[in-house]
């Protein structure tokens, strides 16, 4: 059956959440038998894969993200399913939880929520194309990109300083103008043409 049918199914939703418990019941049973018989190194493996069944139980019922929006929804799934997951796989969970959209391509739209979430907030992250991730579990890694670098600025004492808008002298330059009287302003306000004529005079 279907993805499609399976969301117009009520039956088939219910079933699929029965499945999912009798599943989850059955390897119980399996641990606690495996406690009591004795058979301790079966035991433990038994246990942790019915743990982890009920980690995810509640993302499998159809309610699981009833009312919730993309952003929302899309951080407890991945945060359940504890793995980057695809917008296709997204989408598909979102309809088994009976998260509601209108999207004629909820692929697409799941994609450019999520996009825009990871660039305004940061919290998901796309660690492949049309793949998403919870940046917790990328500490030391950086997704953004473009963003612009930070301005330079001179530090003082440096080879050349600005005072005009067109037109740089070193500090040597600027030592032998002001040595000639001239003063700041009249060299900064200094035309480009003027500035290189007095230069070579003094040279």
């Known amino acids: 059956m279907s993805v499609e049918s399976m969301a117009t199914d009520p039956y088939e939703v219910v079933l699929n959440d029965l499945r999912a418990k009798k599943a989850q019941i059955e390897q119980a049973i399996s641990a606690i038998e495996a406690i009591r018989g004795g058979t301790s190194s079966g035991a433990p493996s038994m246990a942790t894969s019915a743990a982890s069944v009920g980690q995810n139980s509640d993302i499998d019922s159809p309610g699981a993200f009833l009312g919730m929006s993309i952003v929302d929804a899309a951080k407890k799934l991945l945060a359940a399913k504890r793995q980057p997951l695809r917008n296709p796989d997204i989408a598909a969970a979102f309809k088994r939880g009976g998260l509601a959209m209108n999207s ?47 301005k330079s600025e001179a530090a003082p004492g440096s080879d050349e300083e600005t005072l005009g808008s ?11 103008l002001k040595a000639a009287g001239m003063s700041e302003e009249e060299i900064r306000t200094m035309p480009r043409a003027d500035a290189l004529a007095y230069m070579d005079m003094l040279t």
């Open 104 to 150: 004629k391509d909820a692929v697409n739209t799941i994609g450019s929520v999520l996009t825009r979430r990871a660039n305004d907030v940061g919290d998901l992250v796309k660690v492949d194309r049309g793949t998403w991730g919870l940046k917790e579990w990328y500490p030391n890694r950086n997704f953004r990109k473009g963003v612009p670098a930070e």
């Open 166 to 176: 067109t037109f740089m002298f070193s500090i040597d330059q600027l030592a032998k």
